[in-house]
């Protein structure tokens, strides 16, 4: 897989997910400014890949601050911080990875080092984030593989790939690593509208690693599911309440419905840093609502007549009891997960205590 973010010394450098699949064009950001608008405009999205661009993009802009001393350096840290925080609302990674950096900076004071100091601490924060990153990914898709069925017929809605993460991925994640381990895997990718980020991005990263993929638009999955076709269903997450309940693409409460119709696993891939426990439940998650452009324009071309009106939330919630289980790099989490998710919180402090 190309990688979807990382850090040169002087710039940001990520790939243009607006432009997949019919070009491969990396965007420079040198400034976090510039970062923040290629965050709200998605040249980079995905709840994961998103946290590790904001990390990224605040220790890009604190390596550029010209100040000298710890308290002007902080005051541009908090701006810089907020800069990022007014992007995109719904994914707690973002927020997440934000909250990393502060605590990062509070240390670096307590510490008393220098500016040039705290410089590289930022840094070094931000690479954590990013590895850390993929190599949840890899543990969630170890996890998952394990449930996926021998012959697997899989939907997925959206985009929860290497692209939505800073590498291979989290619902993806979770088809690779059933193929890793000798599964017969068949995908079908949901369109995903508006944006179409399941043909355009998943069907692509799919695609490239010679997983056999099927492009369908979001309203055939019931028929599929009902022909029998689908036998497995994983998706991605913005932000996970404490009791379960998950904010994702919208449309993915319509497939987690289906499949509690047609008896269908339906499992969500998540790292824990997508899990909000100070979120008690769906009802407190902020949705956004983006462009009306987006659903009456598709590819500059204008299908809906002028003076329609438009609906849409990039998000909707999935209730905690349509979920079969929450696949994190602790392992899967099950009802009733208000327990199962505090647990697994207390498990990667355990983990952090041992390896630390």
């Known amino acids: 897989m190309l990688p979807t973010i990382a850090r040169e010394a002087d710039a940001i450098v990520m790939i243009d997910q607006r432009k997949l699949p019919a070009e491969e064009v990396y965007v420079r950001c040198c400034t976090a400014a510039e970062v923040a608008r290629a965050i709200k405009t998605m040249v980079i999205r995905g709840a994961p890949a998103i946290g590790v661009a904001a990390a990224m993009g605040i220790a890009l802009g604190m390596r550029n601050s010209k100040a000298t001393g710890t308290q002007k350096f902080a005051a541009e ?187 269908i696993p339906f499992y969500v891939a998540a790292p824990l840093s997508t899990i909000d426990l100070n979120t008690p439940d769906g009802s407190r998650i902020p949705i956004e609502e983006r462009s009306a452009k987006e659903v009456t324009h598709v590819g500059g071309a204008q299908l809906a007549p002028p003076g329609a009106l438009v609906w849409n939330p990039a998000f909707d919630i999935t209730p905690h009891h349509l979920i079969t289980g929450i696949i994190t790099e602790r392992g899967i989490c099950r009802p009733p997960y208000i327990e199962s998710l505090a647990r697994a919180f207390e498990d990667e402090k355990r983990y952090h205590g041992v390896h630390g």
Request: some cysteine; aromatic content about 4%; glycine content about 10%.
């Open 77 to 263: 840290f908090a701006k810089a911080c907020d800069l990022m925080a007014g992007t995109r609302p719904t994914a707690v990674n973002l927020f997440w990875a934000i909250d990393r950096m502060k605590r990062a900076l509070a240390a670096a004071v307590q510490a008393g080092e220098s500016v040039e100091q705290v410089k590289d601490r930022l840094d070094r924060e931000a690479q954590a984030i990013h590895d850390e990153d993929v190599a949840s990914c890899r543990a969630m898709g170890a996890f998952g593989a394990e449930v996926v069925p021998v012959d697997a017929r899989i939907l997925t809605h959206c985009n929860a790939g290497a692209l939505a993460t800073a590498g291979y991925g989290t619902a993806l994640g979770v088809i690779r690593g059933a193929v890793e381990q000798g599964k017969r895997v068949v995908v079908f990718a949901d369109e995903t509208r508006p944006l179409l980020q399941g043909a355009r991005l998943t069907a692509w990263e799919l695609v490239k690693d010679g997983i056999q993929t099927t492009v369908i638009t979001d309203n055939m999955a019931g028929a599929l599911m009902r022909q029998g076709g689908v036998n497995f269903v994983v998706v991605g997450a913005d932000r996970i309440a404490r009791n379960g309940d998950t904010a994702n693409k919208i449309g993915t409460y319509g497939v987690a419905v289906l499949a509690r119709e047609h008896k």
